[in-house]
C-alpha cells in the first residue's frame, strides 16, 4: 500500500496503480503484464543503479522509498547516468541544521568535498567553515523518528575523542535523499581507494547504517544506594551511547560493546530493583564494568537484548577497535570523571 499511494501520487501520464480484484482488467492489458513484468522492468529501470544506492526495504523511512520509486520512474535516473549528481565526488546545498546548545534549526551552507575528504558547514557563506566533518569517518541516519521531520539525516562523527552528533533537514524530499546518496558514493569512492584489493560487496557493508535501535532505558550505578535515571540510548554499530534528551549535540556517556570472547557479555535479571518504572532490568557486562540497565516493558527490553547479543556476536574489525581506541575520557568543569561513570 505504501508503494501504490506514491506511484498514484505521480500521476497516470507516469505509472498507472490498478487493484488485481476490485478494478477491471482488459484482456490486453494482462497481455502486457506478461510482456513486460516487474523483470523486466526491472531491467529497464534499474538498470544503472549505483552500488552507494541504498536500496529501501519495506521497514525502512517512506521518505527512502520514495525517492526510490521517483529517481525509477519519475526522473529515470537508473537509465540516464548523466542525472546522477550525487556521483561527482562534490556537492554545495544550504540545509537547515540544529543548534548546538539550543533546539532552532538555522539555514547552514554545506559543502561536501569528496578529495579533501571533508563535509563543511558554514554559519555565512563567505567566510571560513564552523565545522569540517570527515567523510570517511561520518556516519548517517536518515530520518530518525525523534528528529520530527521526514526529510532529515543525523550526522554522527567522532570530536576530540567524544562523538558528536548533527541533526539537518531539507524540505524537499529530493534534496535531503541526493545529501545523503552523496555522502554514501563519497565514501564508497575513498574506501575503494584505502582499500583497493577489497571486494566492493565487502566496502558496501561499510557504508553508513541507520541505528541498530534509539529509545529510553534507565540506568543506575552498580550501588544498591544509587538512583536510576532515564536516559535515551542509541546504538551505533558498536557504541551504545546515552544522552539527557534525543537530540543531545553528545552524549553523556558511551559504552564500547567488543565481543563475547573478550569479556563482553549481556545477563537478564527478573528481580526488582526498587523502581517501578524500572520494571525489565538487564546488565551489559564489560571487562571494566557492568552497566545496569532496565526497559519499561518486556518487549523493549527483548528489543534491545537483540541488537546488542548481535553485536557481541559479530566479529570487531580493525576500524572498530579504532574506535574503541578513540573513546577517551571526558571532562566536566568541576573534577575529571570517566566516559564510563554512572552518570
Given at each position: 500500500?505504501?508503494?501504490?499511494?506514491?506511484?498514484?501520487?505521480?500521476?497516470?501520464?507516469?505509472?498507472?496503480?490498478?487493484?488485481?480484484?476490485?478494478?477491471?482488467?482488459?484482456?490486453?492489458?494482462?497481455?502486457?503484464?506478461?510482456?513486460?513484468?516487474?523483470?523486466?522492468?526491472?531491467?529497464?529501470?534499474?538498470?544503472?543503479?549505483?552500488?552507494?544506492?541504498?536500496?529501501?526495504?519495506?521497514?525502512?523511512?517512506?521518505?527512502?522509498?520514495?525517492?526510490?520509486?521517483?529517481?525509477?520512474?519519475?526522473?529515470?535516473?537508473?537509465?540516464?547516468?548523466?542525472?546522477?549528481?550525487?556521483?561527482?565526488?562534490?556537492?554545495?546545498?544550504?540545509?537547515?541544521?540544529?543548534?548546538?546548545?539550543?533546539?532552532?534549526?538555522?539555514?547552514?551552507?554545506?559543502?561536501?568535498?569528496?578529495?579533501?575528504?571533508?563535509?563543511?558547514?558554514?554559519?555565512?557563506?563567505?567566510?571560513?567553515?564552523?565545522?569540517?566533518?570527515?567523510?570517511?569517518?561520518?556516519?548517517?541516519?536518515?530520518?530518525?523518528?525523534?528528529?520530527?521531520?521526514m526529510n532529515s539525516m543525523q550526522l554522527t562523527f567522532m570530536k576530540d575523542g567524544s562523538t558528536r552528533h548533527i541533526y539537518v533537514y531539507h524540505d524537499d524530499p529530493e534534496v535531503i535523499n541526493c545529501w545523503y546518496t552523496a555522502i554514501r558514493c563519497a565514501k564508497l569512492h575513498l574506501l575503494q581507494v584505502a582499500f583497493p584489493s577489497s571486494p566492493q560487496s565487502d566496502l558496501i557493508l561499510r557504508l553508513p547504517k541507520d541505528f541498530a535501535r534509539e529509545g529510553w532505558l534507565w540506568k543506575t550505578g552498580p550501588r544498591p544506594s544509587d538512583v536510576h535515571r532515564r536516559r535515551w540510548f542509541t546504538l551505533d554499530n558498536r557504541k551504545l551511547m546515552y544522552h539527557d534528551e534525543p537530540l543531545d549535540a553528545y552524549p553523556k556517556g558511551e559504552i564500547f560493546i567488543g565481543h563475547e570472547s573478550n569479556g563482553y557479555q549481556i545477563k537478564v535479571s527478573n528481580t526488582g530493583n526498587g523502581c517501578k518504572e524500572a520494571r525489565f532490568p538487564f546488565h551489559l557486562v564489560t571487562p571494566e564494568r557492568t552497566f545496569c540497565l532496565a526497559a519499561t516493558t518486556h518487549e523493549d527490553r527483548a528489543g534491545w537484548l537483540s541488537v546488542i547479543q548481535q553485536a557481541l556476536k559479530r566479529p570487531v574489525t580493525p576500524q572498530d577497535s579504532t574506535i574503541e581506541a578513540t573513546l577517551v575520557r571526558k571532562r566536566t568543569t568541576s573534577n575529571s570523571i570517566s566516559i564510563f561513570s554512572g552518570r
Open positions: 500500500m505504501r508503494c501504490a499511494s506514491i506511484h498514484r501520487g505521480m500521476g497516470a501520464h507516469i505509472s498507472k496503480v490498478k487493484h488485481l480484484e476490485l478494478d477491471r482488467w482488459e484482456d490486453s492489458q494482462v497481455q502486457r503484464m506478461k510482456e513486460v513484468g516487474n523483470i523486466a522492468a526491472k531491467n529497464k529501470y534499474e538498470e544503472r543503479v549505483p552500488p552507494c544506492y541504498r536500496r529501501p526495504t519495506k521497514n525502512d523511512p517512506q521518505v527512502l522509498i520514495e525517492q526510490w520509486i521517483r529517481a525509477k520512474y519519475e526522473r529515470e535516473e537508473f537509465c540516464q547516468p548523466d542525472r546522477q549528481s550525487y556521483l561527482s565526488g562534490s556537492m554545495v546545498g544550504f540545509l537547515m541544521k540544529r543548534g548546538k546548545e539550543d533546539s532552532r534549526y538555522q539555514l547552514r551552507k554545506f559543502v561536501l568535498n569528496e578529495n579533501e575528504d571533508s563535509l563543511k558547514y558554514h554559519v555565512k557563506e563567505n567566510k571560513e567553515p564552523k565545522g569540517v566533518l570527515k567523510l570517511s569517518e561520518l556516519n548517517v541516519s536518515f530520518a530518525p523518528p525523534k528528529i520530527g521531520h
